[in-house]
């Protein structure tokens, strides 16, 4: 199967086929000729040009498929469908099976109905490089969904945390997202967003790294450990609460060595976690050197951040969550990497509806100030007069 573009000519207002016939010819000459070749274009394509295209490359005319350009991608496979792409394929490859995409139809139709807005701020390193968290960003899209929710992502660079916190520019997220990364640039920053979400009762969801600031705003602003910190950003702090993993402190060749790939972990019956993934056992992707200190696993759990998943041999904690919060959760692993446009994440979907539930509560308190402020204001013109 060919991808080729039919380009449109502004100047001669016509859609040129001769790329898609020049790929083809190189393609033969490398001996490979293909089954179907799939057009990308602007507008679509006219019933001339497609049987052009099949008499020049020798390909039947239904195998001639038109992808034209749709304001939401997840409509692609809907139009592949009517364009008979899967037919082909199935009569290609001798496949004798029913095709049914009313699963998929359902979904577009949810996505085209989600109206209601919310708003995520995403605190990271690199959000000048919006594909750096590509999957982060879809796995909300996907949780939105669910939801009938339209995600409005917020891209917040760490290092200014502190300043649009000063500024109140941070009260008009309804929820939060803290992702992976490496190295210590940013890592306050994510630490004071982690804070401001705790404390304001404001979903948060942490990934990775972004679970481990959160233990380490924990540790230093609920059980008063003022310099608790990770190694991987300061190998002195007398709290390490966040330390480098017993197997990696041999490894000195850094290539490929991190804890890798899919793990298992056990989850607190009762939890939020247990409750989102409605299973006691769950498995998620994985990608990092540093851990959970467990040494001061008992002082945190006491003071309320419970580890509620761990490693099945219980020396790992994989999952945290504040008791009494609506939805404070970090996660080692990256979850964003298994949900799916018909499927959403577990923890997407609930952080998705926390941050709707505290939308409403938002604009509801916003609108009791505003009234607030509208009778103060008439009060005081009236002892003027």
Request: proline share 6%.
């Amino acid at each position: 199967m060919h991808v080729t573009l039919v380009p449109f000519i502004g100047p001669s207002g016509e859609q040129k086929t001769k790329p898609t016939q020049h790929s083809v010819t190189e393609l033969r000459s490398r001996g490979i000729q293909p089954d179907v070749i799939v057009c990308r274009s602007d507008e679509p394509l006219s019933d001339s040009l497609r049987r052009k295209i099949s008499s020049q490359c020798d390909v039947d005319n239904r195998a001639v498929i038109n992808a034209v350009d749709v304001k939401n991608i997840y409509e692609l496979p809907l139009i592949f469908h009517d364009e008979g792409l899967d037919t082909v394929i199935c009569d290609v490859l001798r496949i004798d099976s029913p095709i049914d995409l009313t699963p998929w139809r359902d979904l577009v139709n949810r996505i085209e109905a989600s109206v209601s807005p919310v708003r995520i701020g995403l605190i990271g390193k690199y959000v000048d490089l919006h594909d750096a968290y590509l999957s982060v960003i879809e796995s909300l899209k996907h949780a939105g969904f669910h939801h009938g929710a339209q995600i409005e992502v917020v891209w917040i660079q760490a290092e200014d945390v502190e300043g649009l916190l000063a500024d109140e520019r941070m009260s008009s997220l309804d929820g939060i997202v803290i992702p992976g990364g490496f190295g210590p640039r940013g890592i306050e920053g994510k630490i004071r967003a982690a804070e401001f979400a705790r404390e304001n009762n404001v979903p948060c969801l942490g990934l990775c790294l972004g679970m481990q600031v959160m233990t380490v705003e924990f540790a230093r602003n609920v059980l008063g450990l003022a310099d608790a910190n990770s190694t991987e950003f300061n190998a002195a702090t007398p709290h390490p609460v966040i330390d480098l993993m017993i197997d990696q402190r041999e490894v000195t060749n850094k290539g490929g060595t991190m804890r890798l790939g899919a793990y298992y972990a056990v989850l607190s019956p009762g939890s939020k976690v247990a409750k989102a993934y409605g299973e006691p056992v769950v498995s998620e992707r994985h990608r990092h050197r540093y851990e959970f200190n467990s040494n001061y696993r008992a002082r945190i759990e006491a003071a309320g951040l419970l580890c509620s998943g761990t490693s099945p041999d219980k020396t790992l904690v994989e999952f945290v969550e504040l008791e009494n919060h609506p939805f404070w959760v970090g996660t080692q692993a990256h979850p964003e990497f298994k949900s799916r446009p018909d499927r959403p994440h577990p923890l997407f979907r609930e952080l998705i509806g926390a941050a709707l539930k505290y939308r409403t509560q938002r604009l509801a308190n916003l609108a009791q100030s505003a009234v607030g402020a509208a009778v103060v204001q008439d009060s005081q013109k009236s002892v003027a007069r």
